[in-house]
DNA sequence: TAGATTGTTAATCGATTAACAATC
DNA sequence: TAGATTGTTAATCGATTAACAATC
């Protein structure tokens, strides 16, 4: 809680990302790794490991690399992976069902609790883990919750987005390709898969051999 | 095709939106929009509007704005949207079915022309608009496609990427959580769903009042 | 001790943005 | 002409990375 604002965005972009490799060391039995060897995992450049750890104060050790378990264990508090956040879905179509189905429960401290779908057909049934809810009952049934994800068609996402602020939603990750109004206070990340692929292409086209 | 390297990346990922926007605002029946139109509907500063269009020449005029048919003309060729680009996608399961049924059709140039799994039992099953091939079949069935969407389990992401460059594939869309290794002339973009849930999580907490 | 690798500095690179002259 | 808005410069900001002294 302490390091706050000092953290620059880019480094705790990545942090979800060493938490996960160095999960996967452990459980492979590793006990010490080098930055080094950190970045051939990630693919992220070795000085920039070591300079985003740094923001956290000395965690490794000169000439030895940084202990696993130890590391694990800091980035388990800071990542706050020890407490589960409750995550609502919007629009139970085809990306919405995938989501249920697959829950993040992997290897997260974030878990889908409620779904809602404005269609009737939909409401009642079961996906993955949680019964679908009317949309018309959102407001009503965010207590509790901090985060949503949006998977609902664009033309309605700005309307949605306004009632989960409403509820005192604080984050929201939008699939839609709407991008959407809300107060500085809560946070929205976009994910907008059509751009990802279409971004990609013309990356291929005019960026060859990088 | 002249601009090649010389266009910023964090512009080049921002075409797409810009083109989508564009799209709208004629549909709309817009004939005209300025950088702070454009600016409140997609959420960039409308300076870094301007810088962007910038690099591809004077693309407006001054007090007047941009001719929305003109841009969205512009951009059609410089995004390649007259040409579709066929992809192939790999690992029928929860996310790969809801990218089948969606197909990126809307607003878009690319087109999901084949799909692969690794279970017989999904094998000749249509989905969306494709039957679903076995994985063995990946290295013969891939000419002419040139990009590749990655919707399989993280432990099979290497060797399927590893498949993917020798067949010719040029890009790779990757929602794996594994980060694969390719030579330097194929292109791979991230998305790591469970990632970008947890930053959002982690900036709701660090980052309050923005 | 010799070898390895951190933590940190400083340089560099890339992206954003305020500001405003140019001009439609 | 007066008003609006571009295109571009220059300042600023933020992120990456090479390099290396410190030290385990």
Do not use: C
């Amino acid at each position: 809680m302490e390091p706050q604002s000092k953290i620059p965005q880019a480094t705790a972009k990545r942090l979800p990302l060493y938490y996960r490799f160095l999960n996967n060391l452990h459980l492979q039995g590793k006990t010490r790794v080098s930055s080094k060897e950190l970045s051939d995992a990630v693919k992220v450049d070795s000085a920039t490991i070591r300079r985003d750890f740094s923001y956290f104060g000395a965690l490794g050790r000169k000439g030895y690399g940084y202990n696993v378990e130890y590391l694990l264990e800091f980035f388990r508090k800071t990542l706050h992976q020890d407490k589960t956040t409750d995550v609502a879905l919007i629009g139970v179509g085809n990306l919405g069902t995938a989501f249920l189905n697959y829950n993040f429960t992997k290897n997260n401290n974030t878990r889908i609790v409620k779904a809602f779908d404005a269609n009737p057909d939909l409401v009642g049934e079961r996906v993955g883990e949680v019964t679908v809810e009317h949309i018309d009952q959102l407001a009503d049934q965010l207590k509790d919750i901090e985060a949503a994800i949006l998977t609902v068609p664009g033309h309605a996402a700005q309307t949605i987005a306004d009632t989960l602020v409403q509820a005192g939603i604080k984050g929201i990750l939008n699939f839609t390709p709407a991008r959407i109004t809300v107060p500085t206070d809560v946070r929205v990340h976009h994910i907008d898969l059509s751009v990802e692929l279409q971004s990609l292409v013309y990356f291929m086209e005019h960026y060859p051999i990088n």
